[in-house]
């Protein structure tokens, strides 16, 4: 949605590299790129003004910092304004004392209020909370049985005592959800309401009786974010003739400027508190402006895909394929099977230009991200439930004979099958030479290395004690059977371990150990 701000802010932003310090001209002409930007993203004229007041100011007045070029304090200038106007702090639900919290669904015709209502009941769940749906929406056909639908698909239950089309009186339906929620303990009344155009005045009483019947704890205003600046105008309708205490963002996966985004919340004064960005249950977010900010100035959101990779990915299977990855050994090593494990777990996160997206610095390389064949993975995932689980676990296995039989099982060519198996042994070849170099990780350290280290070590020092040390070797230093390796009782226990030595390799760790990024 924010493609067009973002290519022309990085343009703007480009034009100050270089530069040693910023002069009054450089000011001027960064701020008329981005107010352009701005109002080509159809950002509200009055947020545009404001904004751009508000980045000269501090242009002009702050002193640079030693550590920031003029290109990346102008950066700094612009996401911390960004991060006021898209509402500053993130706010989520306040949740009644006495149960149950009552939320309100209410927003334009075709705003994606009864889908989204799915979505927040499934967060809810996910959030501990027992969520109960209620089918208000007696106006629109069908809108009872499609809330149905996405309720059993989100795995919360639905209040639907009549059957809309016209048929029902709402405000009672609402009123009589909440002794439902009582009854039956929920803890979280979902309401959703019927669309309505800002101009109607019959539907615009009825979402202010129901609001006056049930005392909701919260009102969101369900917005698209693809109507550009004129969701600013329905929100200020809806504000004067019924009043709503937060924005939910939908359809952020669109291909619209992104201006509602960037006018609700400051024109409105609501905060924008959900954020929807794609068709499926999963694809909804509670909305951070500094995220969001960061993803309009190209600086991804990598805490929003560390926080989906942790509800999704399976922490004990990925150890294990860790484990075997590291290991190198022949007869348990990392398998075809451990890698389509992996791929599905982050197949789960959503397609691979979205996961993409949200890495830092990947806004220049949008065109390939955008032509990833997800289809692809599908392939890959063909080939390798062609072989057996034999071939699987050691690809060396895989003669000319096999790797026929498996491109005809999957339906595409021998060389499709070659690809990715070479690709799959170098993969694996890099990640194990990695891991050798990274301290803490199986494998750590280089073991070759160790070896020639400790080799070398043990050759170092005075020839006589290295000398006496070799005749103590051939000696038994522990009398059979003794507890815990002591020496026996006739041995003195102190002159035994004077002369005792760690190895170096646990000398190094125990000395870095308050350095290491590993240590605690």
Do not use: C
């Not at 917005?223 to 309708?237: E, F, K």
Request: glycine content about 10%; charged content about 25%; hydrophobic content about 45%.
């Amino acid at each position: 949605m924010f493609d067009t701000l973002q290519d022309r802010l990085a343009a703007t932003f480009k034009s100050l590299r270089g530069k040693t310090r910023l002069t009054e001209a450089d000011i001027d002409a960064t701020a008329r790129e981005i107010r352009i930007a701005l109002l080509e993203a159809d950002v509200n004229l009055a947020v545009v003004k404001d904004f751009i007041a508000a980045i000269r100011e501090r242009a002009r007045q702050v002193e640079l910092s030693q550590a920031l070029n003029p290109a990346q304090q102008i950066i700094k200038i612009v996401d911390e304004e960004l991060v006021a106007i898209l509402g500053g702090d993130t706010r989520t639900i306040r949740f009644a004392k006495n149960p149950p919290t009552v939320i309100m669904l209410a927003g334009l015709q075709g705003s994606g209020k009864t889908t989204l209502a799915g979505k927040l009941a499934r967060w809810l769940k996910s959030e501990g909370h027992s969520p109960l749906l209620v089918a208000a929406d007696l106006q629109r056909p069908n809108a009872v049985n499609q809330l149905q639908i996405v309720g059993e698909r989100a795995g919360a239950h639905v209040f639907a005592p009549e059957p809309g089309n016209g048929v029902g009186d709402p405000i009672q339906v609402a009123r009589d959800s909440i002794v439902e929620a009582r009854r039956k303990l929920y803890d979280v009344v979902i309401v959703d309401t019927a669309g309505r155009l800002g101009i109607d005045q019959e539907l615009m009483q009825q979402a202010a009786d129901i609001k006056a019947a049930v005392s909701p704890d919260e009102v969101l205003f369900v917005v698209d974010a693809m109507i550009g600046q004129d969701a600013v105008n329905t929100a200020l309708a809806f504000q004067e003739g019924v009043g709503f205490d937060g924005v939910v963002l939908t359809k952020l996966d669109g291909d619209a400027r992104g201006g509602a985004a960037l006018s609700i919340a400051r024109v409105i004064g609501r905060s924008i508190m959900f954020a929807s960005n794609g068709e499926a249950l999963t694809d909804f977010d509670v909305f951070h402006p500094d995220r969001m900010a960061s993803r309009i100035l190209g600086m991804g959101d990598v805490l929003t895909l560390i926080e989906q990779a942790e509800k999704t990915f399976d922490a004990e299977q990925s150890r294990k394929a860790a484990e075997k990855l590291m290991a190198g050994g022949r007869g348990n090593q990392f398998g075809l099977d451990d890698f389509l494990a992996q791929m599905q777990q982050m197949r789960k996160l959503g397609p691979m230009s979205k996961i993409f997206g949200m890495l830092p610095g990947m806004g220049q390389f949008k065109d390939q991200i955008n032509a990833i064949d997800e289809k692809e993975i599908d392939r890959i995932e063909a080939i390798i439930y062609s072989m057996t689980p034999a071939e699987r676990a050691d690809v060396s296995v895989l003669n000319g004979s096999r790797r026929a039989r498996i491109a005809k099982g999957a339906g595409v060519t021998v060389t499709d099958v070659n690809n990715l198996v070479n690709r799959f042994v170098e993969a694996r070849k890099m990640m194990q030479s990695m891991a050798g170099s990274i301290p803490g990780m199986p494998g750590g350290g280089g073991a070759r290395q160790q070896k020639q280290q400790v080799k070398k070590k043990r050759k170092q020092g005075n020839p006589a004690r290295v000398a006496a040390r070799e005749q103590t070797r051939s000696k038994p230093a522990v009398a059979p059977g003794a507890a815990f390796g002591l020496p026996a009782d006739d041995v003195d226990v102190q002159s035994a371990m004077k002369d005792f030595q760690l190895p170096p390799e646990l000398q190094n760790m125990f000395k870095n150990q308050g350095n290491s990024p590993f240590g605690r």
